[in-house]
C-alpha cells in the first residue's frame, strides 16, 4: 500500500466531508434520542463506502478514454460552475 497515496486521499476527502450535507444528515440522525447511534454510524459509513466504490469504478473507466489532465480540468471547471451558480441563486 502506497501510504503516501492513502494519506492524500484521506486527507483531501476527510476535509472534503466535514460540514457537508452528507455530515449534517448523519449528525440530525444521531440527535434523535431513540434512533440507536451505531445503527446510524454504520449506514452512514456504509453508504459513503458505497459511494467511494462507485467513484473509484467511475473514475477508472472514465481513465480509460481521457487523461488524468482534462479530468483535472473537467473537475475544476465543474466546481467553480457550482460555485458561481451557488453564489448566483443567494
Known sequence: MDLKLFATVFTTVFIAELGDKTQLATLLYATEVTNPKLTVFL??????ILTSAIGVL????VGRYLAPEILSRI???GFI???LWT????
Not at 43 to 48: E, N, P, Q
Request: net charge positive; glycine share 20%; charged share 5%.
Open 43 to 48: 449506514a452512514a459509513a456504509g453508504a459513503l
Open 81 to 83: 460552475a457550482i460555485g
Open 87 to 90: 453564489l448566483l441563486r443567494a
Open 58 to 61: 467511475a473514475g477508472t473507466a
Open 75 to 77: 473537475a475544476g471547471v
